[in-house]
């Protein structure tokens, strides 16, 4: 007969010998790791270390879909020191090292019975047992994804995970973050069983049982394939794990410039462990937990983690949303069929794309097609699923089929004319309450919505290329826009899996907007004399995926000058610069398009070095040297002033969609938390007394916003 025995976080029974344990954090949607979880966690430890009749542990999850998440990130806020952070992970290693010793030293047998997400400190946890058993769900990831938040395993990964699937397998997932399921992590070796779900339990209790008085040293299967000897050259002599780790540092290094130390860190423990022995290695990643969470670099990834968790939680207006199941697209391209992608996969709706002819439309379902095909290819979809969603696909060069449609997206080039000419045709074929949605990057939508009969259903579903991989969508509202036409649109793009802003109409909105003086004070410095590669090198480094050439070959040099005089337009002379695009365009460069721009591209559209022949197009003498602080200051600053101008005029709603509309909308670097978390960071005062100095220097355009002014009289801040 079994026992009940019932703990604040976590309930246990024992029957035939085999202790069962489930973890139900109290009052919380998901299992995560802190303080009062330990508490129950050691009070189990004493019980079952001691209690003859438990010969057996199965770790096991009492919430719906997940084992454990990991640690509470909250807790994390309450660490105030660098040394209170090491003493309590130490306390949490000594904890999750008792379980690994139940059957090391006690020979009672531990197996985690894993369904749902076992990440960072979960999978850690169960890292600890002496059989991983997993759920055939796609629910079911395993990973460690704590480098997204500038820190690194610390119970133990940095030491366990090596040990378990080698230390190329276990690097690579502890510097990308990124999760496996459960065929991966059987590949790997990271688990030892893969069972359906509602088997999990059965399986784990009589795994449990079978490995009652075996040894707790598992089978490694070696075998002498062209892997396993590759893997012995590089991490079973010394000599070759000093190539590995050396090699894991460069790559690093390239990729992150130096700027997040997280991964450094990583690899210092890993090679520690490894080299001078798990204890030593549990020592290090301790000590640099305590120094990477009080790290400035961490503070601001949180803060983004935070605000991204709020956001999916995020109501926006006080209106029930109206169901959308069917969509239609207007315009194809990369842009339209990203949008279709997504709508069909993630948000599982009918899709009915029109465009100007066969060719195109098939065009756009290739783009679908070859879409889904990647996600099977990278088992993140199943073939079945691709195929119901190609079924969910049609597209037309007139206008059948539209009359049903729930929401309009319409995505076609920037033309004010044409923008309004389709919005004409729509509302007279399809229902009242049809949303319609401009995807339109510059172009108010008050302008577009002055050709409507309903503009209360008109709104700005601003996307970002590539639409499957970008998670930014920004709505765009105006004054006339119905609160429960915002909410079905919010509603939708959640749906397509983006993290949704919503901001108030205006030129440019607020992502493109704060691209302008961006790209302009770049195009300032090229005719001052800083090389194309300076310019982008400099920004680079300071933490953009790309540089602002590289961004106007990318995005288009035509575009570019196109959205250039929408917001000169507007906004009057801030916005005005050298006329770098127009005098491109003029000489035929429209960027990786059509091949011609600031750097050079093969037939195959692939970059090559800077095209020197760009500087005489544009009359530009020799090249100076600019230092590369000036380049930094002088673009960064650019945008973050025009950043406080959008939450002065109430585009923005709060500094937190701010940050996140430019970190997941234009790649402001993350660790720098945003615009308005690095105005906080470095000071409000300091970043003020830059701009004047900038003002003196250069001109109005770098008049510090009046909000800024005025929180630095308050001696206030943005979000801290």
């Known amino acids: 007969m079994a026992t009940l025995t019932t703990y604040p976080n976590f309930s246990l029974t024992v029957h035939d010998g085999v202790a069962t344990v489930f973890m139900d954090k109290k009052d919380e949607a998901l299992n995560t790791l802190d303080p009062s979880v330990f508490e129950d966690v050691l009070a189990i430890l004493n019980m079952v270390e001691t209690d003859d009749s438990v010969q057996a542990l199965v770790l096991a999850s009492a919430k719906p879909d997940s084992f454990l998440a990991g640690a509470n990130i909250r807790w994390f806020e309450t ?5 209170e952070a090491t003493e309590i992970l130490r306390q949490g290693q ?46 079911t990831q395993l990973g460690q994804p704590e480098v997204q938040l500038g820190i690194l ?11 378990l699937i080698g230390i190329a397998n276990a690097l690579d997932l502890m510097l990308t973050g990124r999760s496996v399921d459960a065929r991966k992590a059987s590949k790997l070796g990271l688990v030892d069983e ?17 490995a009652i008085g075996t040894s707790s040293e598992r089978d490694t299967g070696i075998t002498l394939s062209p892997a396993t000897l590759q893997k012995f050259a590089l991490e079973k002599n010394r000599l070759g794990r000093e190539v590995l780790f050396r090699q894991a540092r460069q790559r690093t290094r390239t990729q992150t410039k130096g700027n997040y130390p997280a991964p450094e860190r990583i ?97 756009t379902l290739k783009h679908v097609a070859d879409y889904t095909a990647g996600r099977v290819k990278r088992r993140r979809m199943r073939p079945f699923e691709a195929e119901q969603v190609m079924l969910r696909m049609s597209g037309s060069t007139d206008w059948s089929g539209y009359r049903n449609a729930d929401l309009v997206i319409e995505a076609v080039f920037e033309s004010l004319d044409l923008k309004q000419s389709i919005l004409r045709e729509v509302e007279g074929i399809t229902r009242a309450d049809t949303v319609f949605a401009s995807n339109t990057s510059s172009l108010p939508i008050t302008d577009i919505a002055a050709a409507s009969s309903r503009p209360e259903t008109v709104l700005g579903m601003h996307y970002f290329s590539p639409v499957e991989k970008m998670p930014l969508l920004e709505i765009v509202v105006t004054d006339q826009t119905a609160d429960w036409a915002t909410a079905t649109a919010v509603e939708f793009g959640k749906r397509q899996g983006k993290t949704v802003i919503v901001v108030n109409d205006g030129t440019g909105f607020y992502t493109s907007r704060i691209l302008g003086p961006y790209g302009r004070e770049a195009f300032y410095l090229l005719e001052e004399g800083a090389s194309v590669e300076a310019i982008d090198g400099a920004i680079e480094q300071w933490g953009f995926p790309v540089g602002p050439m590289l961004l106007s070959d990318e995005v288009g040099i035509d575009t570019q000058e196109k959205i250039g005089h929408i917001l000169v337009d507007a906004f009057g002379s801030r916005m005005t610069g050298p006329d770098v695009p127009a005098r491109l365009v003029a000489d035929g460069r429209r960027g990786r398009k059509n091949g011609r721009g600031f750097y050079s591209y093969d037939d195959k559209g692939v970059r090559g070095a800077v095209d020197e022949s760009v500087y005489e ?5 020799p090249r100076k040297e600019l230092p590369e602080t000036e380049i930094q200051q002088r673009i960064s600053l650019a945008l973050i002033n025009e950043a406080a101008l959008c939450l002065e005029e109430g585009v923005l709603g709060s500094a937190r969609d701010g940050d996140i509309g430019a970190i997941m909308g234009i790649g402001f670097p993350p660790f720098r938390g ?43 801040t943005f979000r801290m």
């Open 79 to 83: 660490l105030r020191t660098a040394d």
């Open 94 to 139: 000594a904890i999750f090292n008792r379980i690994e010793a139940l059957h090391a030293e006690k020979g009672k047998p531990v197996v985690a019975a894993i369904h749902g997400a076992a990440l960072g400190g979960g999978l850690e946890f169960a890292l600890t047992a002496s059989i991983r058993i997993v759920t055939n769900s796609s629910k």
């Open 153 to 163: 395993p610390a119970a133990g990964g940095t030491q366990r995970l090596p040990a």
């Open 194 to 210: 893969i069972v359906p779900d509602q088997a999990l339990l059965q399986v784990a209790q009589q795994r449990a049982r079978d």
């Open 267 to 363: 690899i210092d423990a890993v090679e520690i462990g490894v080299n001078q022995g798990r204890e030593a290695g549990l020592d290090a990643e301790a000590r640099f937990l305590g120094e990477l969470i009080v790290s400035p670099e961490s503070k601001a990834l949180r803060s983004i983690f935070f605000a991204s968790q709020e956001l999916k939680n995020e109501m926006w207006v006080p209106a029930d949303p109206k169901p959308v199941n069917h969509v239609a697209v207007i315009g194809g391209g990369l842009m339209g069929g990203g949008i279709a992608a997504v709508s069909a996969s993630r948000a599982a709706t009918t899709v009915r794309v029109k465009e100007v002819d066969q060719a195109a439309v098939g065009r």
């Open 617 to 621: 197009a544009l009359e530009l003498g």
């Open 674 to 716: 945003g615009p308005f978390w690095y105005i906080d960071q470095v000071g409000i005062d300091e970043i003020v007394a830059q701009l004047r100095m900038l003002a003196a220097r250069h001109g109005s355009r770098f008049a510090p916003a009046q909000i800024l002014l005025d929180i630095a009289a308050r001696d206030a």
